[in-house]
């Protein structure tokens, strides 16, 4: 690994440099530490830009780097995933060997039901082991998974398999949500119902919480399937053929495909665990998040793993499963070194716990650093964790989009002076632009939206599934030669990043990404309602949460709790309870522009309790206090 030897002795200052002068020796050098079949013929395909491609013409597969290779050079024996459920009551621990066997029969399964290369499989699975063996069994052959979150309500479902059009779908019977069974195939067959593309098969698990009821000729069952099934060998595939496709929430109902290809997401993946996470092969990692999401794929299941770490697959809340005490005992059971989790589960510890007593009745002598992510981090929350814990926390910034830190620490070279509130500084691949409205970069100190010069690093999107012009319009176009993050921020005068805001409709609810659009045409379509408006506003726990206020159409009289409440039970179906929409009023209007426009913002800034200036363009300012009084009315601003 000759980059690591070389770099260990740099500062941050100096490795950012040496990427500047020469990103392409920068990540051919990275890339000496990964296993290819063939080396790429370029480390940068720029002929078709602006779709960049890292390490074309290289062979590669990423199971093997996960798993095979580690089993050949000396940690068969060791431990690669521990499964760890407080809610079942249960610990599982598989070595490398282990995991490599389950793996390899899984695909034998998935080869044997006729999947192939490039084939689409959707995985919608609560956090079992199962489903890590699923996403690298697909790894392995060179099939295309797409996980879904199971927090998703079974429209959500139909959307993405009518998008990827798997050929067949991995769940389970149920997922547990602290003490509620939530029954995962009754929304699977929903969901099936819906769509308009349909897989040709369904493999369920049948978890002992619950009995999936199967359909003849389509479903079959995990465990009946694995008794026969023959192990297979990896498949090499093209280092820029897609490992996966995540929806994430776009500015509308329609969620966007993104895809991370093999190759550039081995090599930034394998390089942000030395240099960013500070951790070493052998050691313990724990993202505390879902496969569902983008910290599950990266740093749950394939970061870990391609460098040879143990990764621990928590089935759990960080409250209530069953004490705020459980993340020590997780941390100190199993000998974690870093944890990586989103602010929100500090907040619900720190709620549940404030003076840390949990905190003390666990030997946390091995933990060495907290990474935190996923929405922005008050200082409050940061300092108590750093008080508590006596360990370096770090707030790090990152997209489903880039599947790694664009902003962090480098942990493992120079812990650079922490700024609570600052996603610190920089990463190697990225050169961060704050721009203004001119689209010229703005001083700093000042805000604007914060952009990427192109290319990406290895790694990021190479575009969205089967939609080349989408990915254009929705990153590439408002600034020609940049890539649009859709967070607005500022530099500081010592280059730290702040991230402040998006600049769409894009709110984050306990460190989950969701569209307040979606939530909207969900509101629209309720026969009531004539107009309507969702905001993100702050919540104490989980950063913000969604509230919609609806004008409705002339002429109804039913009491306006009864269509509040379908209202939110609309959202709950047709979006899922993750979007946590809990709050909704009618209004007798919405606050506009002369054009038009909803006052969203102003209307956020009511509801915040923070100062707002009377904008220029409104249509009747009379409105605004019609609306501060409806949301004075539900208790906003909280005092
Ligand atoms: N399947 C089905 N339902 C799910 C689900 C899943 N996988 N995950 C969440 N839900 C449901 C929850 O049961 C809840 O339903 P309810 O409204 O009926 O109670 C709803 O979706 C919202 O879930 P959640 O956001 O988890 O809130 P919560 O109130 O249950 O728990 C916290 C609050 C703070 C404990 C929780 O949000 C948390 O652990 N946050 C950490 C955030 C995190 O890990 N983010 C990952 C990104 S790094
Ligand atoms: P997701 O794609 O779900 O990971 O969400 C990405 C979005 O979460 C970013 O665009 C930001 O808006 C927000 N986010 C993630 N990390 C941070 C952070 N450290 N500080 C502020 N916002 C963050």
Same mark, same amino acid.
């Given at each position: 690994m000759p980059i690591l030897e070389g770099m260990m002795t /740099? *500062?941050?200052? @100096?490795i950012y440099n040496q990427w500047q002068v020469d990103p392409i020796g920068f990540w051919a050098a990275a890339a000496e530490d990964i296993h290819w079949y063939k080396k790429w013929d370029k480390v940068l395909d720029d002929s078709n830009a602006p779709f960049y491609h890292w390490f074309s013409g290289a062979q590669v597969n990423s199971c093997y780097n996960a798993l095979d290779r580690h089993v050949e050079n +000396?940690? @068969? +024996?060791?431990l690669a995933l521990i499964y760890d459920s407080p809610v079942t009551n249960t610990v599982k621990k598989f070595t490398y060997a282990e995991l490599l066997d389950q793996v390899a029969r899984f695909a034998g399964v998935l080869r044997s039901r006729g999947i192939e290369k490039g084939d689409r499989v959707i995985i919608y699975m609560p956090m079992v082991p199962e489903a890590v063996m699923a996403m690298l069994a697909c790894a392995r052959i060179g099939a295309i998974h797409s996980v879904v979150f199971g927090g998703f309500a079974a429209k959500e479902l139909a959307t993405r398999i009518d998008d990827a059009k798997p050929k067949l779908i991995v769940s389970a019977s149920c997922g547990i949500e602290v003490a509620r069974i939530i029954e995962y195939k009754p929304l699977l067959d929903e969901a099936i119902e819906l769509s308009e593309h349909k897989p040709h098969a369904c493999i369920i698990l049948q978890r002992p919480q619950a009995q999936a009821a199967m359909v003849a000729g389509r479903d079959v069952s995990w465990d009946e399937v694995m008794q026969s099934s023959k192990p297979v060998e990896c498949v090499p595939v093209a280092a820029t053929d897609p490992l996966y496709i995540l929806y994430t929430s776009g500015t509308t109902g329609i969620p966007k495909g993104v895809v991370h290809d093999n190759g550039g997401h081995l090599v930034a993946l394998k390089w942000s665990m030395q240099y960013i996470y500070g951790i070493n092969p052998g050691e313990v990692y724990w993202a505390a998040s879902d496969v569902g999401w983008i910290v599950g794929h990266s740093y749950i299941v394939y970061a870990p793993l391609f460098h040879g770490c143990t990764t621990i697959l928590y089935e759990g809340k960080p409250v209530g499963t069953p004490d705020p005490g459980v993340f020590w005992r997780v941390i100190s059971e199993h000998n974690v070194t870093v944890l990586f989790t989103a602010p929100t589960t500090f907040r619900a510890i720190k709620r549940d716990d404030p003076n840390g007593e949990y905190v003390r009745k666990y030997d946390l002598s091995n933990f060495r650093t907290l990474f935190l992510a996923g929405e922005r981090c008050d200082p409050a929350t940061l300092h108590w964790a750093e008080q508590q814990l006596g360990v370096p926390v770090i707030d790090h910034w990152w997209q489903t989009e880039t599947a790694w830190p664009i902003c962090a620490n480098l942990m493992g070279i120079e812990h650079l002076p922490v700024k609570p509130g600052s996603a610190t500084v920089p990463m190697p691949g990225y050169d961060v632009r704050v721009l =203004?409205?001119? /689209?010229?970069?703005?001083? *700093? +100190?000042? #805000? =604007?939206? #914060?952009?990427? /010069?192109? &290319?990406?690093? &290895?790694g990021c999107l190479p575009t969205l599934w089967q939609n080349d012009e989408g990915y254009k319009q929705s990153y590439l176009n408002s600034f020609p030669g940049y890539y649009i993050t859709a967070d607005a921020g500022y530099k500081d005068d010592d280059g730290y990043l702040w991230i402040m805001s998006r600049t769409d409709d894009i709110i984050n609810v306990a460190g989950h990404r969701l569209s307040t659009g979606a939530m909207e045409e969900v509101l629209a379509s309720h026969p009531d309602v004539a107009e309507c408006s969702v905001i993100g506003v702050a919540d104490e726990l989980k950063g913000e949460v969604p509230l919609g206020t609806v004008v409705l159409k002339t002429g109804v009289e039913r009491p306006h709790d009864e269509i509040v409440k379908e209202l939110i039970q609309m959202v709950r179906e047709k979006i899922g309870p993750v979007a946590s929409f809990k709050t909704a009023t009618v209004v007798k209007r919405q606050p506009k522009t002369r054009s038009g426009k909803i006052l969203r913002g102003t209307m956020k800034k009511i509801a915040d309790g923070a100062v707002y200036r009377m904008p220029a363009t409104i249509d009747d300012p009379a409105v605004l206090d019609e609306i501060a009084a409806d949301l004075a009315a539900l208790g906003y601003p909280h005092k």
């Open positions: /740099k *500062s941050y200052q @100096a +000396g940690r @068969a +024996g060791q =203004g409205e001119n /689209k010229q970069e703005v001083v *700093s +100190g000042q #805000i =604007g939206d #914060i952009v990427i /010069k192109l &290319p990406l690093p &290895p």
